[in-house]
T-cell receptor, first 118, second 111 residues
Framework: DVKVTQSSRYLVKRTGEKVFLECVQD?????MFWYRQDPGLGLRLIYF???????EKGDIPEGYSVSREKKERFSLILESASTNQTSMYLC?????????????????FGEGSRLTVL | SQQGEEDPQALSIQEGENATMNCSYK?????LQWYRQNSGRGLVHLIL?????REKHSGRLRVTLDTSKKSSSLLITASRAADTASYFC???????????FGTGTRLQVFP
C-alpha cells in the first residue's frame, strides 16, 4: 500500500516556538507538497518541491520554510509560530515531471497534522 | 489563488438517493480531479478527467466536464452512509504547475 506519513497528528505549541512538521513518502515520488486547510478557505498551497533540495513557493509561503534533503522526506518549518498558523497541515506527493504546462497527476495525501498555536 | 468553487457548500440526502456536486473554475485546465476527505483525515483521490474528456465513470461515481462552461459535476449514485464526507475538486491549469483546490462540498448521507 502506498503511504504518505506525517509525523504528528496533533501538536500544541506556544507563540514564538519553532515547529517542525515532517512528511515521509514511500512511493519514490519526485514531487511533494505542503498545504494548509482552514474552514471556508479550502486547501491552500504553502510550498512544493519537485526534486531533492529544490523548493518552490506556493500561494501562502509567508511565515514558513521547507527542507527536502532526501527524496522521501519533505519538512515544513514554522520559524516562529503565531496563532494565525493554527490550522490543519496536509502533506502530499505525486509522481512525474512537474513543470509548467505539464499534467499534474494524482496526489497522495497524508492523514494531516492539526497544529494549535497558543 | 482559488481556482475551483464547489456548489452546494453542503448537501444532505437519504441513503439510496443520488448526490450531485458541481465545480466551477476560472482558467483553462489540463485536467480536473475530485477528492474525498473524511472528517479530520487526509484527502483521497477519486477520479481524474482530462480536458479532452467529457464524461468518466468509476463504480458509483460519474464525473462530467464541460470546458466551454468551465464546470464539472460529480454524481454519486445510490449513496450510502459511508459516503458522508467532504468532496473537493482540484484543477491543474495550463498556466500553473500546481493543483488548485476548491473549498469543498460537505455531503451528509442519512441512513
Amino acid at each position: 500500500d502506498v503511504k504518505v506519513t506525517q509525523s504528528s497528528r496533533y501538536l500544541v505549541k506556544r507563540t514564538g516556538e519553532k515547529v517542525f512538521l515532517e512528511c515521509v513518502q514511500d512511493m519514490d515520488h519526485e514531487n511533494m507538497f505542503w498545504y494548509r486547510q482552514d474552514p471556508g478557505l479550502g486547501l491552500r498551497l504553502i510550498y512544493f518541491s519537485y526534486d531533492v533540495k529544490m523548493k518552490e513557493k506556493g500561494d501562502i509561503p509567508e511565515g514558513y520554510s521547507v527542507s527536502r534533503e532526501k527524496k522521501e522526506r519533505f519538512s515544513l518549518i514554522l520559524e516562529s509560530a503565531s496563532t494565525n498558523q493554527t490550522s490543519m497541515y496536509l502533506c502530499a506527493s505525486s509522481s512525474g515531471t512537474l513543470q509548467e504546462n505539464s499534467n499534474t497527476g494524482e496526489l497522495f495525501f497524508g492523514e494531516g497534522s492539526r497544529l494549535t498555536v497558543l | 489563488s482559488q481556482q475551483g468553487e464547489e456548489d452546494p457548500q453542503a448537501l444532505s440526502i437519504q441513503e439510496g438517493e443520488n448526490a450531485t456536486m458541481n465545480c466551477s473554475y476560472k482558467t483553462s485546465i489540463n485536467n480536473l480531479q475530485w477528492y474525498r476527505q473524511n472528517s479530520g483525515r487526509g484527502l483521497v483521490h477519486l477520479i481524474l478527467i482530462r480536458s479532452n474528456e467529457r464524461e468518466k465513470h468509476s463504480g458509483r461515481l460519474r464525473v462530467t466536464l464541460d470546458t466551454s462552461k468551465k464546470s464539472s459535476s460529480l454524481l454519486i449514485t445510490a449513496s450510502r452512509a459511508a459516503d458522508t464526507a467532504s468532496y473537493f475538486c482540484a484543477t491543474d491549469g495550463w498556466d500553473t504547475d500546481k493543483l488548485i483546490f476548491g473549498t469543498g462540498t460537505r455531503l451528509q448521507v442519512f441512513p
